[in-house]
């Protein structure tokens, strides 16, 4: 169907479900025409930006309450991997994942969005980078375990984000 049919079958359609009359003549009054033309052109606008609209949402590493969850739970868990006395709380951490997900689902991100982000090898490196920044900058050194754990504890103590995902044996 080429759009010019497309088009006229899109009027015709709009023409009969808009209960407007027709001519006696078989023409159709100035009125008429008008309200079909502009009933059609505020049709083809919104269905010509849909795609749009699609193509604009942001990469879910630009949309806080994903990026937030997703660092929060890299940084506990980089945290339970270096310091012994201390433990990821894992089912609390599956549940935010879940969570992550229904938000994700709620502004318009299908799973298979979700686990492309998640999966991504450079999203990996991005949030690498971004976390080993934050550790640092919050007294923790990668050659002193220690450190990871003093940081821990103190984010346990704190009840921050961090912290709930994180437990003391």
Request: net charge neutral; glycine share 8%; hydrophobic share 40%.
């Amino acid at each position: 169907m080429s759009g010019l049919t497309a088009y006229q079958g899109l009027r015709d359609t709009l023409l009969l479900n808009s209960g407007a009359s027709v001519a006696c003549d078989g023409g159709s009054s100035i009125q008429e025409k008008t309200m079909t033309r502009s009933l059609i052109t505020a049709v083809a606008l919104c269905v010509s930006t849909l795609p749009l609209q699609a193509a604009a949402k942001p990469s879910l590493r630009d949309v806080p309450q994903v990026e937030n969850i997703i660092f929060v739970a890299a940084i506990a868990h980089e945290v339970s991997e270096y310091c012994h006395s201390i433990k990821a709380r894992r089912m609390k951490a599956l549940g935010m994942a879940w969570e992550l997900r229904s938000q994700a689902n709620d502004l318009g991100y299908s799973d298979a969005e979700i686990r492309a982000h998640v999966e991504s090898d450079s999203e990996k490196a991005r949030m690498r980078a971004k976390g080993e920044r934050y550790l640092k900058a919050n007294g923790v050194d990668y050659g002193t375990p220690e450190t990871f754990c003093v940081f821990g504890l103190a984010e346990i103590e704190k009840s921050s984000a961090i912290g709930a995902l994180l437990r003391a044996k």
